[in-house]
């Protein structure tokens, strides 16, 4: 069972600021990333994808329990995939290229607020919450999956980054491609060129890297479903807008 706790206007500055402070402190040796105080994804200059692509078909994982952590993920109330708007736009247009085709898109997730990201990093310090070791990071430990896996900011942040797959409907039912592993695998055989999956599976890798790189979007090389659009529209502020 889920259970939520309701914030003061208090608490809910003092969490931005923290979390403002904490992405300022890490950028800081990259690029430097503020979070907007905006309160709807309509103030970041978000739109929902599906008002664009309304066929588009959706499996976004942090919205319910199916995903690493093995619970819903803090600051995703509703399954909705928002990005700011030149994204969406580059991503309707690959969807519309593939469904000429018979294919489509499967997304996993797309804008992830600040407040997400850190609920995954407080998950990877979690010794006891191991529900999900066995499907999804084998052989890691979790502390190991920091940094290469689950980043204490995340370009998901900026709402310019998708995690993605490709969806076969030819016979009138979307079927997904066979990557060689599930989205969110922790481990090499989930980098997009990894040498251990079979023909068809690199085959399959490929013609995803292809159709997004058309349109602008750029992998990830250890994910194979992670694509950033290029330049990013605005690589400098990142959100914490809940998804709803």
């Not at 952590?69 to 109330?77: A, F, I």
């Not at 890297?209 to 605005?234: A, K, S």
């Amino acid at each position: 069972m889920t259970t939520r706790t309701c914030s003061s206007p208090v608490s809910a500055i003092a969490r931005s600021a923290a979390l403002i402070a904490l992405f300022v402190a890490v950028g800081a040796a990259a690029q430097p990333v503020q979070i907007a105080l905006v309160r709807t994804p309509e103030q970041a200059g978000m739109v929902d994808i599906r008002s664009l692509a309304p066929d588009i078909d959706l499996d976004l994982r942090y919205a319910g329990a199916n995903n690493f952590t093995g619970r819903r993920v803090p600051g995703y109330d509703a399954a909705k995939c928002y990005l700011l708007k030149p994204a969406a736009t580059a991503l309707a247009r690959v969807e519309a290229d593939l469904r000429a085709d018979g294919y489509g898109l499967r997304l996993f997730d797309c804008y992830r607020p600040a407040q997400s990201v850190q609920a995954f990093v407080d998950w990877t310090n979690d010794p006891l919450e191991q529900s999900r070791k066995a499907q999804q990071y084998p052989g890691l430990d979790k502390p190991a999956l920091l940094g290469g896996y689950i980043a204490q900011t995340s370009g998901h942040s900026r709402a310019a980054t998708v995690d993605l797959t490709l969806v076969d409907c030819r016979s009138g039912t979307c079927t997904a491609l066979d990557m060689g592993t599930d989205f969110d695998f922790f481990g090499p055989r989930a980098h997009t060129d990894a040498p251990d999956v079979t023909p068809q599976q690199y085959l399959n890798r490929q013609k995803l890297r292809q159709v997004m790189g058309r349109q602008g979007f750029e992998n990830y090389p250890q994910e194979w479903w992670h694509y950033t659009l290029t330049p990013e529209p605005d690589p400098h502020t990142a959100y914490d807008v809940p998804v709803r």
